[in-house]
């Protein structure tokens, strides 16, 4: 099912690329750029869950940097890629430490935008892929966390500095999960659902 989403995803991209931009006086618009990028501080706070009875998996929360890169095929459709990644505490609260590891989910979402003056607001969806590196076990042996595909929504607004420069708030919602094997045995294989809230302030160039 995932790799049957992910293909319509990437349709829609590459349909969206032969979209006509012809729209009235965009060309002319010194708030419209095919390309954005924007650097960030973001928030990364997951909502854990797990099918551990009897104990609950805890994450922490991680503050990083991130850039994001946006192209737009008209003045309203635009596809953002986003990257960064974050280190995470993990434990079983009150049972045992497992350690840290680090995230790396680059995204990539559909947008659309809107125009009301020096404000843009924008809406996305997408898809990632959450890779799991650096692994501290803690208290175990060893653990070992499988890469996935996620999903996301987002939803955000752009203040316009001058034709250039822009102010940018930000909030994602990523829908993950990740199956985690401790020991090297994976009979005691758990799924763990991550689910993060990232919330991003920071700044954005046109060009």
Do not use: C
């Not at 924007?38 to 990083?64: C, E, K, L, Q, Y």
């Amino acid at each position: 099912m995932k790799k049957v989403i992910f293909a319509l995803v990437i349709t829609g991209l590459f349909s969206l690329t032969s979209v006509n931009a012809q729209e009235t006086n965009s060309n002319d618009d010194p708030t419209y750029s095919k390309w954005q990028a924007r650097f960030r501080v973001i928030a990364v706070a997951p909502s854990p869950d797990d099918d551990i009875d009897g104990a609950n998996v805890d994450i922490s929360t991680a503050f990083v940097p991130e850039v994001d890169l946006t192209y737009f095929f008209n003045k309203n459709l635009a596809a953002e890629l986003i990257l960064a990644t974050t280190k995470h505490d993990v434990e079983i609260e009150g049972v045992a430490d497992l350690g840290s590891v680090w995230l790396l989910p680059p995204t990539l979402n559909l947008q659309y935008h809107f125009y009301a003056d020096e404000f843009k607001p924008y809406v996305g969806a997408g898809i990632n892929y959450t890779i799991f590196y650096g692994e501290d076990a803690g208290d175990l042996d060893d653990i070992e966390y499988e890469n996935s595909v996620g999903f996301s929504l987002q939803a955000g607004i752009d203040y316009n500095l001058n034709d250039k420069w822009f102010l940018n708030f930000d909030v994602k919602k990523f829908f993950l999960k990740t199956d985690v094997i401790p020991n090297n045995d994976s009979s005691g294989m758990v799924e763990v659902n991550i689910d993060p809230l990232m919330i991003g302030l920071g700044v954005g160039l046109k060009f």
